[in-house]
């Protein structure tokens, strides 16, 4: 199994501004998009996740920007988890235009498990299949 995941995200107009460049917040969007299509091609969707009483929400978010992307081109995003622990997840992610190959941007989020209750939780006691899932997709920098 790879250990990072592509998505691709045509750039719609409305995620402009006037000047047809992508606005800053939408990257942050694509984020969430790229993380929830990588959970459901492991077979582990945000759905069964909450069926099984855990959330993981977004406790810390970066973003850098490299270069513009505009309307109506593709957006490639890779992501892998690049940090795990019993409580929480980082995930690191690239975008690029899709034609040219070009790294537009890179961002991370950072998440906590919390149980139905709120609290954090230990995703390897609650579910260790889970926990074991995003290990094997632990990626270093090296692997990158």
């Known amino acids: 199994m790879d250990k990072f995941f592509s998505y691709q995200h045509r750039i719609q107009y409305y995620e402009t501004d006037g000047m047809r460049i992508v606005h800053h917040s939408n990257y942050i969007r694509w984020m969430e998009e790229a993380r929830i299509a990588m959970m459901e091609q492991l077979g582990y969707g945000y759905d069964q996740m909450e069926r099984d009483g855990i959330s993981i929400p977004v406790i810390s978010v970066s973003c850098e920007y490299k270069e513009m992307m505009h309307f109506g081109q593709t957006c490639r995003i890779d992501v892998r988890v690049t940090a795990m622990s ?22 991370s989020t950072g998440h906590c ?3 139905q209750n709120g609290r954090p939780v230990s995703l390897r006691k609650k579910l260790p299949d889970i926990y074991n899932l995003f290990c094997s997709m632990l990626c270093t920098q090296d692997e990158a």
Do not use: N, P, S
């Open 86 to 107: 019993q409580v929480r997840m980082t995930v690191a992610y690239e975008f690029y235009d899709a034609e040219t190959g070009h790294l537009c941007g890179t961002g």
């Open 113 to 115: 498990f919390i149980g």
